[in-house]
């Protein structure tokens, strides 16, 4: 069964090719851009209020009649639409004012205000992020994802125009899909190496995390610092720290989360892309307050609400944090709770453990592709030396061939000469014909003789020339065999190590899987343990529970008892006092008579 293009599995094996770059193809016979997406699309704006408490009501739904709009943002009353190969600006009434246009604007994905009269631009087909000057529309800086980082596709000039030759997905760095502005410079998202980094003021980059294959849209919380994106092929928000260290996922229980922003606090706005719906949810409580539907319109591919607030970018680097909310996981402080939030750290350190593991392996994938770079090098300058090679024997040979040519010339004009002088001995001898007719026949054969020794002469070093030629010619062709062989060689030994390669990553890819079903099944014990744990406490409980009852039927009963026993000794008492009392009046009255 094939897998879905969607699936994990599939993206890391059409990314993780070893020969994916640099790619085969040159630059200048890449095709258009607008061949790569020929169907158009939609922006739909809906009100869900300040603060995402209304209910959705969709106020526009705006389509582009000759492009496709990737992205929309509203700044200074203007709707910034970024196309597909360009940036469209329109007024109030949605009437084109602005076209923006530049030999890097291809495969946009993003675009959003800065907070200081810019805009940010993430282009994928030149792996780079473009600043555009809102008041004049020029592009002002230019960041393109280091080669240093992500390998090496293309040596892009600015003139060299991405529009016309359009790179596609397979032959891109990193396929950057977000750029957000952070701390005064860009935080940016790649979906082939699953990366989020950050460029700094001074425009040198540093990478956070990577190894989450498919993600779009990193941005920043405006609330606290925390560091947020989607996970397309899991379907989950994910947020971490400036660490790279993961805090929690939210799950939309989608196979492709294409995109995903904060309204205010905890309310978010997601796009699962196969449910065909845009949803509000709470990343807290996980409650999704409200739906959007796009059955209508077609499924919803980047989202974008009011811009980036001043707590996004303060300007001097610092942010405003909120307080820790009472019901998140980190600060309860009963005993479930307590338990809850131990085995959160521990499956966020487990989390943790498993990014190392993939960023080392990723460093042994860099290192096995610094080594493919380096065997395709050597057989580069293999196959420029046997270039040479057959150079200097195509040399060799015209310098044969000229002396031969000149000796040849040389041999003609000797020929022409001793015509000339025959001819002239002949005139002679017919001039003396008639007195020495005999010594003229002999003279003409001696002549005769030394033409036809001079021509054997000629002839012999003619064919001494060619035997010297061919042997020549033999041992070019010897060389040339010899150098096919080698060439023959290398290519075998660069397709036994690309194989060596190819099973060496499979046995890693093994091993990892191996390493996260044992910590999935460590996570399960620790669970099975935790709820052990809580049943015992439970029948501790409930145990004790019907101990006390005991014990107070008991103190009830020996109660009672005291209480029957009092009342007894009192009646005694009573008894005997009521006795004592008519002795003493007799007594009494006995005295009284006397």
Not at 18 to 31: K, S
Not at 393 to 406: F, H
Not at 411 to 416: E, H, I, P
Not at 479 to 498: G, K, N, S
Request: charged share 25%.
């Amino acid at each position: 069964m094939e897998e879905p293009k969607c699936d994990i599995n599939n993206l890391e094996t059409r990314f993780g090719s070893p020969i994916r770059l640099p790619p085969l193809r040159p630059f200048d016979a890449l095709r258009p851009s607008r061949e790569h997406s020929p169907y158009l699309g939609s922006i739909s704006l809906y009100d869900i209020g300040e603060d995402g408490s209304r209910s959705p009501e969709l106020v526009c739904a705006f389509r582009p009649g000759t492009y496709k709009p990737q992205h929309a943002c509203w700044l200074d009353d203007r709707l910034w639409v970024l196309g597909a190969e360009h940036i469209e600006v329109y007024d109030a009434d949605l009437q084109s004012v602005r076209e923006i246009r530049d030999p890097w604007l291809a495969g946009n994905h993003t675009i959003v205000p800065d907070g200081r009269g810019a805009l940010i631009v993430s282009s994928s087909a030149s792996d780079s992020v473009l600043t555009v000057d809102a008041g004049t529309g020029e592009i002002a800086t230019v960041r393109r994802l280091p080669e240093a980082f992500y390998g090496f596709n293309y040596p892009l000039a600015r003139h060299d125009s991405v529009v016309d030759h359009y790179i596609i997905d397979d032959d891109q760095l990193t396929h950057v899909n977000c750029a957000w502005p952070w701390r005064r410079g860009v935080l940016v998202s790649s979906l082939i190496q699953g990366a989020v980094g950050w460029f700094d003021p001074d425009g040198e980059y540093h990478e956070l995390v990577s190894g989450f294959v498919g993600c779009h849209g990193a941005r920043v919380r405006n609330d606290v610092e925390e560091i947020f994106f989607s996970d397309s092929c899991s379907g989950m928000l994910v947020f971490v720290d400036l660490q790279g260290h993961v805090i929690r996922r939210v799950g939309t229980g989608s196979r492709w989360l294409h995109d995903a922003i904060q309204i205010r606090g905890d309310l978010f706005a997601a796009a699962p892309f196969d449910h065909n719906e845009v949803i509000l949810v709470n990343v807290t409580t996980r409650n999704v307050v409200s739906r959007i539907p796009c059955d209508a319109r077609g499924g919803a591919q980047f989202l974008s609400f009011g811009v980036p607030p001043a707590e996004c970018d303060s300007g001097d680097g610092q942010h405003t944090a909120a307080g820790a909310p009472a019901s998140r996981p980190g600060w309860m402080t009963n005993g479930a709770g307590a338990i809850n939030a131990a085995l959160h750290k521990q499956r966020a350190d487990m989390v943790y453990a498993r990014d190392t593991m993939i960023a080392k392996h990723a460093e042994q994938l860099q290192a096995r592709d610094a080594t493919i770079a380096e065997l395709r090098n050597e057989r580069l300058m293999t196959v420029a030396a046997h270039e040479t090679a057959v150079a200097d024997l195509d040399a060799a040979r015209a310098r044969e061939v000229s002396l031969r040519d000149g000796m040849l010339a040389d041999l003609g004009l000797t020929y022409r000469r001793e015509v000339g002088a025959r001819d002239a001995i002949i005139a002679r001898l017919h001039q003396e014909y008639t007195d020495a007719v005999g010594k003229r026949d002999a003279t003409c054969a001696v002549l005769e003789a030394a033409r036809v020794q001079d021509v054997m002469a000629r002839d012999t070093t003619i064919a001494e020339l060619n035997a010297r030629q061919a042997q020549e010619v033999g041992r070019r062709d010897a060389l040339l065999a010899e150098l096919e062989a080698a060439r023959a060689r290398d290519v075998a030994a660069r397709d036994t190590t690309i194989a060596e390669l190819h099973a060496q990553h499979a046995h890693e890819v093994g091993r990892r899987d191996d390493m996260l079903a044992e910590l999935g099944a460590q996570q399960a014990r620790e669970v099975g343990r935790r709820d052990a744990m809580l049943a015992e406490l439970d029948g501790t409980r409930l145990k004790e529970r019907s101990d006390r009852g005991a014990v107070i039927a008991n103190l009830r009963e020996g109660l009672a008892q005291a209480v029957a026993s009092h009342e007894a000794v009192a009646r005694e008492l009573r008894l005997d006092l009521a006795f004592a009392t008519r002795g003493w009046r007799r007594w009494v009255i006995g005295q009284r008579t006397r």
